[in-house]
């Protein structure tokens, strides 16, 4: 899903919980990156997401294990409670 998608979506969403609506959005832009992973700044510019909700929300996704750290911490891919 592009970043463009992704914002789309955001906008078309209605009457839902608009946290779990962009906590679902950084996933799907990771989940496109594969072994890779996604840097926080990549995350960042998923629109209409600022900065520090894109910090906290990847800090809660990680807690939650939907989301783990690669390497020294700098990117993110699929943590394991989605496998």
Do not use: Y
């Not at 679902?24 to 989940?31: F, K, N, T, W």
Request: no cysteine.
């Amino acid at each position: 899903m592009t970043d463009t998608e992704v914002g789309n979506r955001l906008k078309s969403l209605k009457g839902g919980i608009q946290s779990l609506e962009r906590a679902a959005s950084l996933l799907d832009v990771v989940e496109t990156t594969g072994e890779a992973g996604t840097s926080l700044a990549d995350l960042s510019e998923v629109p209409g997401l600022h900065v520090s909700s894109v910090f906290h929300l990847a800090k809660t996704l990680e807690d939650l294990g939907f989301l783990a750290r690669l390497g020294e911490g700098k990117h993110f891919s699929i943590g394991p409670r989605l496998f």
